[in-house]
T-cell receptor, first 115, second 113 residues
Framework: KNQVEQSPQSLIILEGKNCTLQ??????????LRWYKQDTGRGPVSLTI?????NTKSNGRYTATLDADTKQSSLHITASQLSDSASYIC??????????????FGRGTQLTVWP | DSGVTQTPKHLITATGQRVTLRCSPR?????VYWYQQSLDQGLQFLIQ???????AKGNILERFSAQQFPDLHSELNLSSLELGDSALYFC????????????FGPGTRLLVL
């Protein structure tokens, strides 16, 4: 069964600290993995997109890693800021020809950054 | 501001009714995606259109339908509404499809009473 599991479900850290969010998936065949940031009540914002051949991708203070062999991804946030408080959603796409294919969503990690 | 607009922002209706949600993609984007986000189900992909044609279907109910018009705006029609259809409905767009970044609109919050 194609699934995406994220951990932890929620996380509280102090401003300025680093943190790492995890995403494990069983989606096959794998096409790509995306990390989104979603502020409460707002639409998700894309952080990174990685394909099978990519191990690491950065976007400012956000660095995503992908291990396609173990089907694991992580999102590392460096020097956290109050504005990083949001839900972080991992999305995995299954290959289906040249189209988008099926999308499998994690339930997200709710990150809260305290001053 | 992502450049994707959605109307209305909020919608309150009764069970059994039908509503239409509208999405205008970013200028130049050919692909439109619809998502549903509820508290118990999280974010779910409903359907994708590319240049007027349906390209991928997700967990879209038969009571729901969508279309993309020649001017590339899209509408999501929800009929025979049930309490469980209460959710945030997001539209996203991308230039083409596949590995493109999707830009999400602000969403339409639907409440079915």
């Amino acid at each position: 069964k194609n699934q995406v599991e994220q951990s932890p479900q929620s996380l509280i850290i102090l401003e300025g600290k680093n943190c790492t969010l995890q995403c494990n998936y069983t989606v096959s065949p794998f096409s790509n993995l995306r990390w989104y940031k979603q502020d409460t009540g707002r639409g998700p914002v894309s952080l990174t997109i990685m394909t099978f051949s990519e191990n690491t991708k950065s976007n400012g203070r956000y660095t995503a890693t992908l291990d396609a062999d173990t089907k694991q991804s992580s999102l590392h946030i460096t020097a956290s800021q109050l504005s990083d408080s949001a839900s972080y959603i991992c999305v995995v796409s299954a290959t289906r020809g040249s189209t988008l294919g099926r999308l499998y969503f994690g339930r997200g990690t709710q990150l809260t950054v305290w001053p | 501001d992502s450049g994707v607009t959605q109307t209305p922002k909020h919608l309150i209706t009764a069970t059994g009714q039908r509503v239409t949600l509208r999405c205008s993609p970013r200028s130049g984007d050919l692909s439109v995606y619809w998502y549903q986000q509820s508290l118990d189900q999280g974010l779910q992909f409903l359907i994708q259109y590319y240049n007027g044609e349906e390209r991928a279907k997700g967990n879209i109910l038969e009571r729901f339908s969508a279309q993309q018009f020649p001017d590339l705006h899209s509408e999501l029609n929800l009929s025979s509404l049930e309490l469980g259809d209460s959710a945030l409905y997001f539209c996203a767009s991308s230039v083409v499809e596949g590995l493109e970044t999707q830009y999400f609109g602000p969403g339409t919050r639907l409440l079915v009473l």
